[in-house]
């Protein structure tokens, strides 16, 4: 499984990346991944789709992706159009500051997005402009290195957050985007998500979706790039990371709760994914 997850240094000073105005073809796209970085992605030319958690969305010039960390993704470029975009990857450790007597924070865009399960965000003409512009400038400050450029970049994400952070409407108000995928997909992911005890072989989701088990494979490889078991596993492993954190259950419940069979395999499965073991992530964190 280490083949489609994207590693960043946990351990670094300044834990943010941007990838400028890169044009990727059909050839050189990461394939699936999932990091711990939130993830912003604005498009300037091209098309294609991208897959984020349950929902395949159509990508053209002007689109904004808010990607939260630890959610499965993956872009898909038109073959005769690739896409050209920018990437901007961070920690939530960078942008969380003192608290200034609001309810403001620099993930709210993230947030909303990851609560509405809408990473789709609908922006204004001016509001994209000003992305574009501010995009721009930290490209600037990394390429000139000028003193202070770290500073400069994290005010400038900051202006960014707070620019998205206002765009997208509270809870509700907004419908979000409607998903490429056929609905007995839709409804096979939702119940993987909200199901990851459960059996969720290939033979079993197939009878869930009342089609065959080779139809199944391939409509899910096409549609997810992804197959059945390494998605299966990676949420798994993902709601295992949250209850790591949140709750007090020893390792082994965490492990049943998630449906793996036995501590060793959720060991060895939770380390390929992370690159660590469960106690050492929930120390870490």
């Known amino acids: 499984m280490n083949a489609y997850r994207k590693r960043f240094d946990a351990q670094t000073a300044f834990p943010f990346e941007c990838v400028y105005r890169d044009t990727?073809?059909?050839q050189n796209e990461l394939p699936d991944h999932v990091h711990d970085w939130y993830e912003l992605v604005y498009l300037y030319s091209g098309q294609g789709t991208f897959f984020i958690d349950q929902t395949l969305y159509r990508?053209?010039?002007?689109?904004?992706?808010?990607?939260?960390?630890?959610?499965?993704?993956?872009s898909f470029p038109d073959p005769d159009d690739p896409?050209?975009?920018?990437?901007?990857?961070f920690s939530a450790s960078l942008v969380h500051g003192q608290p200034l007597g609001d309810s403001f924070s620099y993930l709210l865009c993230f947030e909303r997005a990851k609560r509405r399960k809408s990473y789709?965000?609908?922006a204004s003409a001016r509001e994209k402009r000003q992305l574009a512009e501010l995009i721009d400038r930290i490209h600037e400050e990394e390429t000139k290195k000028l003193p202070g450029?770290?500073?400069?970049?994290?005010?400038?994400l900051q202006q960014i957050l707070l620019l998205l952070g206002r765009a997208v409407p509270p809870s509700g108000e907004e419908a979000p985007a409607p998903s490429a995928l056929p609905?007995?997909?839709?409804?096979i992911l939702a119940y993987i998500d909200e199901h990851p005890g459960e059996p969720l072989g290939l033979s079993e989701l197939a009878a869930r979706a009342s089609v065959t088990p080779a139809h199944f494979s391939r409509a899910f490889k096409k549609l997810t790039g992804m197959n059945v078991t390494e998605y299966v596993a990676t949420k798994r492993i993902l709601r295992a990371k949250e209850l790591l954190i949140a709750s007090d259950e020893a390792v082994s419940q965490i492990a049943e709760r998630c449906g793996f069979e036995s501590l060793p395999h959720f060991h060895r499965t939770f380390k390929k994914l992370t690159g660590m073991t469960p106690a050492h992530y929930k120390k870490s964190e």
């Open 24 to 26: 990727k073809s059909a």
């Open 59 to 74: 990508a053209a010039a002007g689109d904004i992706f808010l990607i939260p960390g630890n959610t499965i993704h993956r």
């Open 83 to 89: 896409k050209t975009a920018t990437a901007l990857f």
């Open 120 to 122: 789709k965000l609908s």
């Open 149 to 156: 450029c770290r500073q400069a970049v994290l005010l400038l």
């Open 183 to 187: 609905g007995w997909m839709t409804g």
